[in-house]
């Protein structure tokens, strides 16, 4: 059974940081990639950033290039962790993040097909 699971998200000050977490599980690791979207309310869902599994190549999406940082651990026990450190949060960044499966490249995470439940990231004073 796929799984993705998010966590970390939050209130935070504009200027602040969090870091996202991802735990994937229910599937061969080396046929996918995994990366984070965002969707802000009333607006279309935006690539963040992902990591291509088999060169470990990320990309991140203009809006956070310098900003955020993603990483991952290699799999332990057949579970799959990512994280996404945010820093430097802007009120534009506040949105529900989710961590999906599918396919990375310049165009950030493509074709996804499961994704987890999100977690929501607030920036505010």
């Known amino acids: 059974q796929v799984q993705l699971v998010e966590s970390g998200g939050g209130l935070v000050q504009p200027g602040g940081s969090l870091r996202l977490s991802c735990a994937a599980s229910?599937?061969?690791?080396?046929?996918?990639?995994i990366g984070w979207f965002r969707q802000a309310p009333g607006k279309e869902r935006e690539g963040v950033s992902c990591?291509?599994?088999?060169?470990?190549?990320?990309?991140?999406?203009d809006s956070v290039k310098g900003r955020f940082t993603i990483s991952r651990d290699n799999a332990k026990n057949t579970v799959y962790l990512q994280y996404l450190q945010m820093n430097s949060l802007r009120p534009d960044d506040t949105a529900v993040y989710y961590c999906?499966?599918?396919?990375?490249?310049?165009?950030?995470?493509?074709?996804?097909?499961?994704w987890g439940q999100g977690t929501p990231v607030t920036v505010s004073s």
């Open positions: 999906a499966r599918g396919y990375c490249s310049d165009y950030l995470l493509t074709e996804y097909d499961y």
């Open positions: 229910g599937f061969t690791l080396d046929r996918y990639d």
């Open positions: 990591i291509r599994n088999y060169d470990g190549r990320t990309y991140y999406a």
